[in-house]
């Protein structure tokens, strides 16, 4: 096959792995608890093939499930790719079809109007039903205990929306899955279809609305009683892409929405509220107390996405980029439009999470990756980060406003973590991190597990892999019990 190009997604830590592995009980330093009886899903990209056109942004590659399960103090791993029907067609040809991240007109003829999802941005269990997603696309589903890909999945011919958000909510106390796809009807299109499925996999509510302007909608939030949609401006351009340029870009002149509606309510009941030009990705969690509602985001003064360039030609401001979990409130009864704004730390990360058992809930502990400059990286031992620069995991005590990280060293980052509780009643918080750390300067992986509420003592056990696992982007744990 041809050789990867030398460019910083393709190299050093990033090389793609292409390994499905299965590893009986891991090398474990420490000791894991025996209260860990569940799996740890993950997924991230890692190519199949070099890209189409000789370049490409990180989150384009093919999607690779790894699957950690626990038991009795042990923990094996299993890892395979997600069989969408872009891996199968570009398997079959031995090279890739696809073009640009996002962009179909890029793509080879023989593949025009096909599925070009990549199934490598989250992996959420409902239903038990494993559904590996990607926004521009519809879940795929796989055996939770194989990881074999069973295929697309399209909640028995009733999801309507050529989309489907990476990010769906479960609700802990109905098992409903509230869930949305944006440009539900083709790129660039302004449709947003809104879904509430039943625990037991139906589709239940469907409302279709329309953004203020084409543009990325990662994440949203839903709270007991409502959901909101974050509208920033990562707009899209039919023109742009057509053109070979970045399908997204960022639009500093345009205000930010949020579009908050009933968890049951129609087009109707959307009411938009606006505040100046800023950016957000990720979602924490939201709750209201009553028509009182509540986002928390890590919210950054501008673009955080140097890949998606400016569309004024303005250069990247890595100072303006700097996000810190931030809370709006605003009053859906309220006559106004606006929404207020109060910064909930002063750690700068992204890759929020909590204890999701408090999930769209008022709640206390929250986590997330942490960029912290002023602990050393030795650059000469273990070369240049591209991406995120994550250092450190950070908890944040929202009610007093405390916060602690713990720093991975001199030469590792880290990837998004995961909450695990100690039990199903165990009090909020009460419960470990379970976090991949990357060792750049040997190019390995370890599976770091932390006691929540001790993050600066370190891990209590250290899980050292055989095999490496490229930066991933988001995953979720399942405890035996849910199986």
Request: with cysteine; net charge negative.
């Amino acid at each position: 096959m041809k050789a990867f190009p030398q460019q910083p997604t393709y190299t050093g830590f990033n090389e793609p792995s292409r390994v499905e592995a299965d590893v009986c009980d891991l090398e474990v330093e420490g000791e894991l608890p025996l209260d860990l009886n569940g799996t740890y899903y993950r997924v991230g990209p890692d190519p199949q093939y070099a890209p189409r056109l000789g370049s490409d942004i990180y989150f384009n590659g093919d999607g690779m499930v790894s699957m950690f399960r626990f038991k009795n103090g042990r923990v094996d791993l299993k890892s395979r790719y997600v069989r969408t029907d872009k891996f199968k067609l570009e398997q079959e040809a031995g090279h890739a079809l696809f073009g640009a991240y996002r962009n179909p007109w890029s793509d080879d003829p023989a593949v025009q109007g096909k599925n070009r999802g990549t199934a490598n941005t989250n992996i959420v269990f409902h239903n038990g039903q494993l559904l590996a997603l990607k926004e521009d696309s519809p879940p795929v589903a796989m055996d939770p205990d194989t990881l074999e890909t069973i295929g697309n999945w399209d909640f028995n011919g009733k999801l309507s929306s050529q989309t489907f958000t990476a990010h769906p909510k479960i609700d802990p106390q109905t098992g409903e899955m509230v869930c949305f796809g944006y440009s539900a009807t083709g790129v660039d299109t302004p449709d947003i279809a809104y879904y509430v499925v039943g625990p037991t996999g139906e589709i239940v509510h469907e409302v279709w609305i329309k953004s203020p302007y084409n543009c990325m909608i990662h994440d949203f939030g839903v709270t007991r009683d409502f959901v909101i949609f974050p509208i920033v401006p990562v707009v899209s351009s039919a023109e742009r892409a057509k053109a070979g340029r970045p399908t997204f870009g960022w639009d500093g002149t345009k205000d930010i929405y949020l579009g908050v509606m009933p968890r049951r309510g129609t087009a109707r009941d959307v009411r938009w509220f606006r505040a100046p030009n800023q950016f957000a990705s990720h979602v924490m969690n939201a709750f209201n107390e009553g028509s009182k509602v509540h986002i928390d985001m890590p919210r950054a003064e501008s673009n955080m996405f140097p890949f998606f360039p400016d569309i004024s030609g303005k250069p990247f401001d890595r100072e303006r980029a700097a996000a810190r979990v931030t809370r709006w409130t605003l009053d859906f009864n309220s006559k106004g439009d606006t929404f207020e704004a109060r910064q909930m730390t002063s750690l700068v990360g992204d890759f929020p999470r909590i204890d999701d058992r408090y999930a769209m809930e008022s709640y206390r502990h929250g986590y997330l990756c942490v960029s912290d400059l002023t602990k050393p990286y030795d650059a000469l031992r273990g070369g240049s980060i591209t991406g995120m620069f994550i250092n450190c995991l950070g908890h944040i005590d929202l009610a007093t406003g405390k916060h602690e990280e713990y720093f991975v060293g001199p030469t590792s980052t880290l990837q998004e973590p995961v909450f695990i509780p100690k039990s199903a009643t165990a009090a909020e918080g009460e419960g470990y991190l379970a976090v991949l750390a990357n060792r750049h300067e040997e190019l390995r992986s370890d599976l770091l597990i932390l006691d929540a509420q001790r993050l600066a003592d370190g891990p209590i056990a250290t899980v050292h892999l055989p095999v490496r696992l490229r930066q991933g982007l988001h995953g979720n744990w399942v405890p035996a019990t849910a199986a």
